[in-house]
């Protein structure tokens, strides 16, 4: 059974810092694994794709790598703003069932 | 584009009483997914359809069905209500054509609450 971990669970950080949100999974049967953010009672808005077959995908200040033989993913997030306060959620597209299998998420404020 | 649309938004039911919710996925996309998130529990996979027909199915009880349409809208129902029931319920718009390594887009869900 797959199972998705993200940490730390909650970061606070000033405005400026760069920073790392860390995903591990269980199995590394994955199509691919994607990288949400959901402000407060919202949905969830897509991030970053990273096919199995690659190794990081990069959006503006965001990147995302992903190792999937030690079955590790990390979003680096450069020069945080305050708009980036949110929660990031990790989610692999697993091989059976046909569906995504998310983590808890990480709170993420970013204080100016 | 148009994203993916839920209908309702935000309903309130009391135990006892079913509901149903509706999604309509990107234009072009057959494959909808539904979640139910919860502070406890986090976001679990409920049913995933494509072409109108249930491929895959979710931990949960029977209380809890989906279907989908010829035009790829989908709707799920919950009857029954519990307390549990109450969460945030997301639709997820899958891209195609290339199978099962495309990126899924979420709507803003339909929060659910139940008295």
């Known amino acids: 059974k797959q199972e998705v971990t993200q940490i730390p669970a909650a970061l606070s950080v000033p405005e400026g810092e760069n920073l790392v949100l860390n995903c591990s999974f269980t199995?590394?049967?994955?199509?691919?694994l994607q990288w949400f953010r959901q402000d407060p009672g919202k949905g969830l808005t897509s991030l970053l794709l990273?096919?199995?077959?690659?190794r990081e995908q990069t959006s503006g200040r965001l990147n995302a790598s992903l190792d999937k033989s030690s079955g590790r993913s990390t979003l680096y997030i450069a020069a945080s703003q305050p708009g980036d306060s949110a929660t990031y959620l990790c989610?692999?597209?697993?091989?059976?069932?046909?569906?995504?299998?998310f983590g808890a998420g990480t709170i993420l404020r970013v204080k100016s | 584009k148009a994203g993916v649309t839920q209908t309702p938004r935000y309903l309130i039911k009391t135990r006892g009483q079913q509901v149903t919710l509706s999604c309509s996925p990107i234009?072009?996309?057959?494959?909808v997914s539904w979640y139910q998130q919860t502070p406890g529990q986090g976001l679990q996979f409920l049913f995933e359809?494509?072409?109108?027909?249930?491929?895959n199915k979710g931990n949960f009880p029977g209380r809890f069905s989906g279907r989908q349409f010829s035009n790829s809208r989908s709707e799920m129902n919950v009857s029954t209500l519990e307390l549990g029931d109450s969460a945030l319920y997301l639709c997820?718009?899958?891209?195609?054509?290339?199978?099962?390594?495309?990126?899924?887009?979420f709507g803003e869900g339909s929060r659910l609450t139940v008295l």
């Open positions: 989610a692999v597209f697993v091989e059976y069932g046909n569906k995504l299998v």
């Open positions: 199995d590394s049967a994955i199509y691919n």
């Open positions: 359809y494509f072409s109108e027909t249930q491929r």
């Open positions: 990273i096919q199995s077959s690659q």
């Open positions: 234009s072009g996309h057959r494959s």
């Open positions: 997820a718009s899958h891209r195609p054509p290339s199978g099962n390594t495309g990126e899924l887009f």
